[in-house]
């Protein structure tokens, strides 16, 4: 994996997959230049935490060929409450973007901010191609299992407060979709809702850990 692009006037571009004689910045060259040369030779882009340091969504139209936004940071999570941008990517959605998700770390201390967001990635064998091809086409689900106080999904019985689970769905404008319960593990919903749009896939724990699908389309 070779480092992140920087985007110098608006925030960071990640680029994973570039090849070991990719030429460097040239002399004058923007970020969406740069990150577009390095789609062109075969890497995966993704918008980097464009919660953490207020990139516009004019920002990213800059970038039409980006796989892909950081719907989760666990680093701007926990150090300054920025780390949650999936309403940043349900609106490229909504506009017929069809982009996918991904979920990091971020680590940079190495105490606070590790292991709290990961990509499970759908791939037929455990090499860098297959996983880059399954990076950009967004078979992969996220996740992140941090264990710091968060809000919590809760409803009084008699004198007992009951961590509930979530399962919902979640589609263009308000459309959604929910079963909530205590111990929820499986639901069913009725997909008419999001013929000619799209929808994606929520899990909420009793411990406040979340599980995200990318999105789907039903054409």
Do not use: C
């Not at 030779?41 to 920002?59: E, K, M, Q, R």
């Amino acid at each position: 994996m070779r480092p992140k692009l920087v985007w110098v006037r608006s925030g960071h571009i990640k680029s994973i997959g570039l090849p070991f004689d990719f030429e460097p910045l040239r002399e004058g060259e923007t970020g969406p230049q740069i990150a577009k040369r390095a789609y062109e030779a075969g890497a995966f882009i993704g918008i980097v935490h464009p919660s953490w340091y207020g990139l516009t969504h004019d920002d990213a139209r800059e970038l039409p060929f980006a796989h892909a936004v950081e719907i989760y940071n666990h680093g701007s999570a926990v150090e300054v409450d920025r780390g949650h941008d999936w309403p940043f990517l349900d609106v490229l959605l909504n506009e017929g973007k069809r982009m996918s998700g991904y979920a990091v770390d971020d680590a940079h201390e190495l105490t606070h901010d590790w292991l709290g967001g990961w990509v499970m990635v759908q791939a037929q064998e455990n090499d860098p191609d297959a996983l880059l091809d399954s990076l950009k086409a967004g078979r992969s689900t996220l996740q992140h299992g941090s264990r710091d106080p968060r809000h919590r999904h809760r409803r009084r019985k008699g004198h007992r407060a009951l961590l509930t689970s979530l399962i919902s769905l979640q589609g263009r404008g308000s459309r959604s979709k929910r079963e909530m319960g205590d111990d929820l593990e499986t639901a069913a919903f009725d997909l008419y809702p999001f013929e000619n749009s799209w929808f994606r896939v929520t899990v909420i724990d009793e411990e406040g850990r979340r599980a995200w699908s990318n999105p789907y389309w039903l054409d």
